[in-house]
């Protein structure tokens, strides 16, 4: 019982802050910084690199993603087929599929995208200089990625929220 109630506290917290997070970002912190031009492009910077908030998501994207499954093993009796297609089942399974894609999308895109966007940020920095094109195109091209992936996550976990919410009460 006691496993249960911990793994509970730290799924809905990490999700929490998750969802949170990417909701903010995708609908309004990604939007401004854009419409702010290169100052935005700082402000991003600043917020993924140096105050690491790309490190906290993905650290409350993991505490969730494995919290979630430590809970669905338990509640579903070790992924018993009987329970999964149960409409308790089914719900938190759709939930379960729409956080796990997101956590992968921001593994493969976002995470590499920021990375992406961070090194050239420094390399236009280090110039002391105007960008060049290619640099230009480049990180136009990552932001657009990252708004993409950031938009695409955040819907998907507003799924995975309803998803959960509603689950004992289908």
Known sequence: ???????RIVHILAGVFW?????????????TARALGPDGGKFMQRLTGQMRL?????????????SGLGLYWLLSGGFQVRWIT???????TIGAL??????????????PALLRMGALGRAIQSAEGPPTPEQMAEMQ?????LATAG???????VIAVIGMSVARYI
Do not use: C, D, W, Y
Not at 20 to 30: D, Q, R, S, T, V
Not at 54 to 66: E, G, K, P, Q, R
Not at 86 to 92: D, F
């Open 1 to 7: 019982m006691i496993e249960f109630i911990v793994l």
């Open 19 to 31: 969802a949170g997070a990417a909701i903010m970002l995708a609908a309004f912190l990604e939007p």
């Open 54 to 66: 790309t490190f906290f998501i993905l650290l409350a994207a993991s505490l969730n993603v494995l």
């Open 86 to 92: 149960s409409s308790l089942g089914l719900s938190l």
């Open 98 to 111: 729409a956080a796990i894609v997101t956590f992968i999308l921001g593994l493969t895109v976002t995470r």
């Open 141 to 145: 091209a990552l932001q657009k990625r």
């Open 151 to 157: 938009r695409i996550g955040a819907v998907l976990l």
